[in-house]
């Protein structure tokens, strides 16, 4: 029994005394945080994914507690609805953005694409990217070593082993950008999501000159710009042999995507066309949207 | 075919259009900048088209397509064989007449030479080293080079001092090449050079290790260049190029080229104009062997495997290998397993592993902090590795990002 | 050209023949001569114990990367075979089979494979393993059969004895013939009593370059330097530094344990300053601590220090000596 007591009584001791040194160490080195700050970072995804360009949601909480104002700070993750919540908490308005999304503006799978060398080096596409022009005779185009893959924060890119290509699953994507940001060769465009999801963009990015570019892959744009012509919008502009849809114009009627001779334009999440050939005037062509009020800022990677 | 970007820094700009007709010789591209250099025609013919075409990088360039009509030369290139050993211009005269005639270091890297042998304010250079040592295992265009222009090189030595001021001229050459050792030592008697033997050793013949090896001084790490420790560092291919510009007035446009591989028929070095495509190269020494799995342009620890065998010799093409299918797979990459090997190869006296894996997570300030810019991608610890990682692969890729930082930065 | 693919790869194009595989079967053949010796002095034992043990660390290696990891499995690299090899070599050939295979688990599930498997381990799987067993079954593990020639058949499990370093940790001098020791005519575990055949198979790992002459040169040496001074102090009293080169598990631990080449430094700086610390470790508990035989210890202890060793003992960068004063006004 003496030796229960003789134990226990020093430890119990010993546990007091470092609890009070605790308690002062943690006084004297409070840091004082406006509460505001946790209650923002709260209302955020939690992916750290830098999009909004401050180091992490805490960064951006931060920023935002600090100036008191919502100017230039915008979580492209949470959308409008975390931005919503954000200026609740702040007691602001918070602006209206467009959600954003990312798409792969290459094509070239693998059947599409012939391989014309072996790669055989590193597998990352930073470093094919500098070893060569990669495996096919296109030196634009996914190299599909998935350097993406690794800078998403949100596990919404996958490599389809089958075409070679990214897939970016659109419902998981945040938009941030880290994507675009890791491949080598500017492929991953971040654009608006577009009205009910649904968009339209140009899955090429090959400036070389039309046959050549048919050459290296079956589904290059060749830059004859028939869809610039088609387009009742003016949204598509030709230049260095590479369309490019113009998404604060383009109303996504898709007359683009029937012109296309290569089927380089991609019309994401539109109900299937019925199989009959097109009217004049598709049925699925949207009333004209009503104009942005907001300025959608300009991702465009122009390389 | 000639590409316009043959050596390091601006490429030059086309001063010819489509449809001129040009001779052996001609200037034909000039150079854009201080780190830039000439380019001169190979051959006589009319200019076809300027156009972007792939090239040993793999990507597409701009080159200027001549059609070859006839073999005719500028008036001006002394094409006797007589040996002049006359120095007859003054130091400036010869950087002048150097950057004039578009000379680049031919062991690779292609450094413009008027750039190298000018020496800058305030510095002086000791020693000028000639770089005999094959830059890589299995090339041996310089040591041809060494046996049958001997006198040439010795009075392209002598240029070279004249335009640098240099007090003494070492040539170091590998002690594997005892008979241009020999030929070479004979004939630097008569002009005072001394010529040096070295140690068998990759990489023997990097300017960094040549230095050292020569004159016992090591660089400091970059941006140090070799004038800091009083040293002027030319390969020979690059002095018998200085020798002809200078006393010939015949302009950088062909060079030797070592074309060989296991299962090539008659390896052979090829004295080759510039522009000319490999494939013509390796239909000299008995066409493409049927194993072939990849064709390297340069050297087996430095050069490029190339896409296609279209793209043509550039001023730096100082060979072409050719490997079997079974040399040209890389093992499969497995697990480091720490053993140090990369450490104790590398000549730099970096840590490979330990920059490689910076260069994987992409930590581009810690790469920095490790001395990622001393790395001169010889590429031995990818070589030495047992674990088949290509370590130089990842340091390369971290060098070049540590670069584009370092200058978006400035 | 679509079949004749070239093939594209950064430079350099060529690469030395060396590969994990070869060097872990170069450790394997150095390990065949002490391995001789144990067969002949305990016969078919040795025999038993050592393919236990490799078996038992390949299945279990095998095991968990199939389905724990559920990715490809790579248990013929050899390193399981080393791991299983050497912990073999450290335990008494007379040890039961199912301790062997405990030995054998926690070498390679958990002092390998939770850290990530081949190359990720900060400490030497079959030290681990051995360590392992000596605390959990001491006396087992401490009960050596005395070495039998193998056609002396009499009594060949029954007879146990002392090690020389167990005589040690118990105070008693023992007049130990050197010859019989250099052979390996004395206690001790399965593989490391024979100090000839393990420095042949040292000496053939130097040869092929497997190993550096670093470590064990260091440890070694550090152990006589130790054991010499002591000595000197007073004969009576500690062992000359022969013996404590010659007994146990020190030339087994300086030559193959040790310097595995996972759990050492990268430099060579780095690995003298690690033997040196291995070799002041095993003296410090052959001499004073409770246990006969400290080697093992010694190098959990260093591996431990290896990632601080990395760190502290950089290469001389090149150029760096040179380095003149405005470089660093520069900066």
Redesign the interface.
Known sequence: MEIVIWTVIPLCALGIVLAIILFFVAKKFKVEEDPRIDEVEACLPGANCGGCGFPGCRGLSEAVVKSGNLDGKYCPAGGNAAMSKVAAVMGLVAEEKEPMVAVVRCCGSHDKRPQTSTYDGAKTCAIAHATSSGDTACQYGCLGYGDCVAGCHFGAISINQETGLPEIDYDKCGGCGGCAKMCPRGVIEVRPRGKNDRRVYVGCINKDKGAEAMKACKAACIGCGKCAKVCPFEAITVENNVAYIDFTKCKSCRKCVAECPTGAINAVNFPPKPATPPAPKPEAQPAPAPAEATVVENNVNNN | MIPIAQHIGAPAEPVVAKGDTVKVGQLIAKSTGFVSANIHSSVSGTVAKIEKTIDTSGYKNTCIFINVEGDEWLETIDRTPDLKTEITMSAEEIRAKIAECGIVGTGGATFPAHVKLSVPQGKKCEHLIINGVECEPYLTADHRLMLEHTEEIMVGCKIIQKATGAEKIIIGIENNKPDAIAKMTEAAKKYGITVMPLKVKYPQGGEKQLIKATVNREIPAPPALPIDVGCVVQNVGSTFAIYEAVQKNKPLFERVVTVTGKSVKSPKNILARVGTPLSHLIAAVGGLPEDTGKVVNGGPMMGKAVKSLEVPVTKGTSGVLMFKQSESVRMEENACIRCGKCVSACCMGLEPYLLKNLAKIRDFDALKEERVLDCIECGSCSFTCPAGIPITDYIRYGKATVTKILRSKK | ??E?????????????N???K??MYSVVIALLPAFCVSVYFFGLNAIRVTLISIVACMAVEWLIQKFLLKGKT?IF?G?AIVTGMLLAFNVPANLDWWIIVIGAIVAIGIAKMTFG????NPFNPAIVGRVFLLISFPSQMTTWPTPQPIWDIKALDAVTGPTPLGLLNEGQMVDYNYMDMFIGNMGGSLGEMSAIALLIGGIFLLIRKVI?WHIPVAVLGTMAAFSAILWGVDPTKYADPLFHILAGGALLGAIYMATD????????KGMLVYGVGIGIITILIRTWGSYPEGMSFAILIMNALVPLINNWC???????????PK?EVKK
Do not use: C, Q, Y
């Open positions: 050209m679509a004749n693919r070239l093939a594209i790869a950064m430079s350099p194009h060529v690469h030395s060396e590969s994990v070869k060097i790579t690299d390193s498997g081949l190359g990720n550096t080449m996972v759990t050492s430094p990268m430099t060579g950089k290469p001389k960068r090149f150029g760096e000596v040179v380095k003149p470089e």
